[in-house]
């Protein structure tokens, strides 16, 4: 049972709810390791993804999800009767009408979310809004670190790069500080936000060398550049100079420390090509491919719990 209706944003959830939905994600990662992937508790549901962002890893994941989950699945297209000119929520209200249960809703307008609910009577499940938040990529973040890990308690986290745009630093950031671990930022001015109070985090840093010897989670974000209407670095160069990652920095890390990022990687920006390519020998390490593996289990959790409120 969760308290709320809605999955929107990590601020909604309370410490019971995120327990609840850790604990169902680790059964479901039961089920998804048998060799019949499947159960059947939400048979006769229909769910419906509607992605007017692109989108590889949560998409997929979502409708993974709801099909191991026994329950039918309907992909909105947008190349829909948007572009004849049709509001957001009259597309959302049509396809509504036809009888789901159950809304995964990615937008590119930060806040859409809420006003989409106002209209609607069923369970949204936020995919993502502009930069505002990601909380199924923040869960999937928190259970691979707790994967790792096993405790939560006194971990430090950097997350690093492209903060001011970026919907998954939002959602980690405040899920992480509601979980007692230390969260410091590292970014450059023109990368950061005004609103940095809601952040809430530890110290805020200019260089990865500052922390890479002393973090247990290297979080590198991905930059944004579709939504960047103007040129928030000087240069690749010098992003990678103060921003990035490359082996010999790897190297660096703290014994036992992991990286992260969210996906898809812009390769040669934050993380290095050599990185990239070695990432079967840095498994230890990178822990790009378990994100992705663990969002299944973490969005067949967030749709179980959203359907059985
Ligand atoms: N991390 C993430 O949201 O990836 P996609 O855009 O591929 O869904």
Redesign the pocket.
């Known amino acids: 049972m969760l308290s709320v209706k809605n999955i929107i944003s990590i601020d909604d959830l309370s410490q019971k709810d995120i327990e609840s939905i850790i604990s169902r994600a680790d059964s479901f990662n039961e089920v998804l390791s048998r060799d019949l992937k499947k159960v059947p508790v939400l048979r006769g549901k229909t769910i419906m993804n509607i992605f007017f ?7 997929t ?1 979502f409708e993974l999800a709801a099909k191991r989950l026994s329950a039918d699945i309907v992909n909105f297209s947008s190349n829909s009767s948007l572009k004849k000119g049709e509001s957001i929520i009259d597309t959302v209200k049509t396809l509504r009408s036809m009888i789901m249960d159950l809304l995964i809703i ?1 937008h590119s307008d930060s806040g859409v979310m809420d006003f989409i609910a106002r209209s609607i009577d069923v369970p949204i499940i936020n ?2 809004d502009g930069k505002h938040q ?1 909380p199924s ?1 923040a869960l999937l973040d928190l259970y691979t670190i707790r994967e790792h890990f096993k405790s939560l308690s006194g971990l430090k986290i950097a997350i690093v790069g492209d903060i001011v745009n970026s919907r ?1 630093a939002r959602s980690d950031v405040r899920l992480f500080r509601k979980m007692g671990m230390d969260v410091e930022l590292v970014s450059a001015s023109m990368l950061l936000p005004e609103d940095l109070d809601y952040f809430d985090c530890n110290k805020v840093h200019n260089s990865i060398d500052d922390v890479i010897e002393y973090v247990d989670v290297i979080y590198m974000l ?1 930059m944004q550049l579709e939504r960047q209407s103007r040129k928030f670095y000087p240069s690749i160069r010098e992003y990678n100079r103060y921003l990035g990652l490359n082996l010999e920095r790897i190297a660096r890390m703290k014994k036992g420390s992991i990286m992260m990022h ?3 990687v812009n390769r040669g920006i934050e993380i290095s090509e050599e990185i990239m390519n070695r990432e079967k020998d840095l498994k230890d390490i990178s822990k790009i491919n378990q994100q992705v593996k663990n969002g299944l289990a973490i969005r067949m959790s967030l749709i179980y719990l959203a359907l059985t409120n």
Do not use: A
């Open positions: 962002e692109p989108s590889t890893r949560t998409k994941s990615r995919g993502g990601h990529q998954v991905r969210p996906g898809p």
